[in-house]
């Protein structure tokens, strides 16, 4: 397993005690009821303004109107309001100027126009104390609910394939182990729906007698489908099965061949990892002694691979049914985050010899005789 | 003796805390004081600005009114303009004196 990582557990209720997030949160929420009552107030506004726009255009229609005009405080008299086109706008500071109608609307649109970028300028300020509201709300709901921030030391992997849980911090209270052990249970479960349908590639991929290269490709292909399909299909489970399905691939191929034919299996296995080094370029090294000795015939393996059509990309990816072939490959799996072996293309040349050795004694595919890798990722 | 020396230096210090507190709650009633000043005169420029853009489409023949108490009085629309320059320049004069001072009472703050 993993090597113990320590950290630190905080309560989030030490960090923000509920009762003073309680009290900033109303302390916002006060401020967005003052700004919110201003907002209604230069709103009013806006709505007098149009209304006083309409009858200003409205009043030049007559030549007089009759009207109850306002005498003292509480009496009218009936009048006639003349001059209808003349108004004494006031501009402000107690400065009035003489106006016709259509000036005074221009200037009443203007006016409007200083009001709505107000109300604009409101409304941002009311968004961002939202924001700070909801914010201070459920920081006092989580300190409330007692929830822990899990500080964990970063341990450097130098491997990528292994997932990175610990590390940056987490907010998640004791659900944390919980959902770690979900997921590699789950992964189990995935591993062997993954190991069955390499069984299922490989036999087709031998029976096309195609090359690994295409076959890598559509193991990927097929991974990531299967990993989509599950529910954990988190990116980080995806570039675990990724770097995963290498191995596992190599692997699968390795125990097909190994229950077929064994000679055959030799090729393919010098030929997967040839083409794994071409294809994928990761390893300069090259495999000088494994050409000599199948020389030829390497050769045309190659060839032979890469004149095979497309047909079996997609023939396998199609082909999900599950045979039974299930040997007893799943047997690291575990309680590991990572549940493959991992099978690094540097040390093919040392593990092919051993992986012939087995095979010449042709047992059916089990995993002991897996090389194991420098990270020893399994064996933990 | 021990006791009554360090209740004393107790005494001591809480006299020093009280005058500090008290030091700090002037300051805080200038401070929004100062504020208030400030918020009257800024809505004040603002106005007066507004009032010149206007003035300024105005005609040149176009009466101007100032109120003065019950009064509306006919101006020049020159020498509205220019009062109202005027104006804006001086609020603008007491609004800076005002924020140094607050710049001032910050400081001592802290």
């Known amino acids: 397993m993993q090597e113990p990582v320590k950290g630190t557990v905080t309560p989030l209720a030490s960090l923000f005690p509920p009762e003073e997030a309680q009290k900033a949160s109303k302390r916002v929420q006060d401020a967005l009821a003052d700004r919110q009552s201003e907002l209604d107030r230069v709103q009013g506004f806006i709505a007098d303004n149009t209304a006083l726009v309409n009858l200003v255009q409205r009043l030049p229609d007559e030549l007089h109107h009759d009207i109850m005009v306002p005498f003292g405080k509480a009496a009218f008299f009936p009048g006639r309001l003349v001059h209808t086109n003349e108004f004494l706008v006031l501009l402000g500071e107690g400065y009035y100027a003489e106006r016709t109608s259509k000036q005074t609307v221009e200037i009443l649109n203007r006016r409007g126009k200083a009001l709505e970028s107000q109300v604009d300028s409101l409304k941002a300020m009311m968004k961002d104390l939202k924001a700070e509201a909801s914010f201070f709300d459920a920081t006092a709901a989580e300190a409330v609910e007692g929830l822990v921030e899990i500080r964990e030391d970063y341990v450097e992997e130098s491997s990528s394939e292994r997932v990175i849980e610990t590390g940056p911090p987490k907010p998640d209270s004791p659900r944390f182990s919980g959902e770690d052990s979900m997921k590699v249970a789950a992964e189990d479960e995935e591993y062997a729906r993954m190991m069955l349908r390499f069984d299922e590639l490989e036999k087709e991929e031998l029976a096309a007698g195609s090359g690994d290269e295409h076959n890598e490709a559509d193991v990927d292909h097929s991974l990531s489908q299967l990993s989509g399909d599950h529910v954990l299909g988190s990116l980080e489970e995806r570039q675990v099965r990724k770097p995963l399905h290498h191995s596992k691939d190599e692997y699968a191929t390795t125990e097909e061949l190994l229950s077929k034919k064994h000679f055959e299996e030799d090729f393919a296995n010098q030929l997967k990892s040839k083409i794994q080094l071409e294809g994928l370029k990761e390893q300069s090294v090259p495999k000088d002694s494994d050409d000599v000795s199948h020389g030829k015939s390497f050769a045309n393996r190659a060839t032979q691979s890469s004149s095979r059509g497309k047909d079996n990309i997609q023939a396998l990816p199609t082909s999900k049914a599950e045979t039974s072939v299930q040997s007893s490959k799943p047997a690291t799996d575990g309680l590991k985050a990572f549940t493959g072996s991992i099978v690094e293309h540097t040390r093919n040349i040392q593990m092919n010899p051993r992986e012939q050795a087995p095979s010449s004694s042709q047992s059916s595919g089990s995993q002991p005789t897996k090389p194991v890798s420098r990270f020893k990722m399994q064996r933990r | ?110």
């Open chain 2, 1 to 110: 003796m021990a006791s009554s020396s360090s209740s004393a230096a107790m005494r001591e210090l809480q006299r020093e805390l009280e005058t500090k507190a008290n030091d700090l709650s002037k300051l805080q009633k200038d401070i929004s004081k100062n504020h208030q000043v400030r918020k009257k005169y800024t809505i004040q420029l603002g106005e007066n600005e507004l009032v010149l853009k206007e003035l300024d489409l105005l005609k040149e023949d176009a009466n101007v009114f100032k109120l003065i108490g019950p009064v509306l009085v006919k101006q020049d629309l020159a020498e509205a303009n220019a009062n109202v320059r005027k104006r804006i320049d001086y609020i603008s004069a007491e609004l800076y004196v005002y924020n140094t001072l607050l710049d001032n009472y910050c400081f001592h703050f802290i």
